[in-house]
């Protein structure tokens, strides 16, 4: 069973840090794409960042770039969102998502074949 799991979500103040896992099970993420991706109270669900399946290319939206930093370990078959800076906007349920490739260097918010069950962030003070 394909499965990918997010993890690290909780109560932040504004300001803080928060390090978000997605832990992919019954696949290999190395053949895959992953992005993250939110979606705030009352609000469409938005690409956050975006990293290729080699890790070589990454992209993050404008909201959050220079303040939050994709990552991968394929060894672990892990991806990871290191969320600094954190503003009550950044308030959402993150979701990671994988899309597989026969590439190396794509980054992609459509077309992903597996999605995880989110976890809860919340900054305020």
């Known amino acids: 069973q394909l499965q990918l799991v997010e993890s690290g979500g909780g109560l932040v103040q504004p300001g803080g840090s928060l390090r978000l896992s997605c832990a992919a099970s019954g696949f290999t993420l190395a053949y895959y794409a992953i992005g993250w991706f939110r979606q705030a109270p009352g609000k469409e669900r938005e690409g956050v960042s975006c990293?290729?399946?080699?890790?070589?290319?990454?992209n993050s939206a404008d909201s959050v770039k220079g303040r939050f930093i994709i990552s991968r370990d394929n060894g672990k078959n892990t991806v990871y969102l290191q969320m600094n800076s954190l503003k009550s906007e950044d308030t959402a349920v993150y979701y990671c998502?994988?899309?597989?490739?026969?590439?190396?260097?794509?980054?992609?918010?459509?077309?992903?074949?597996?999605w995880g069950k989110g976890t809860l962030v919340t900054v305020s003070s």
């Open positions: 990293i290729s399946s080699s890790g070589g290319r990454t």
């Open positions: 998502a994988a899309r597989y490739t026969t590439g190396t260097n794509e980054c992609y918010y459509s077309g992903m074949d597996h």
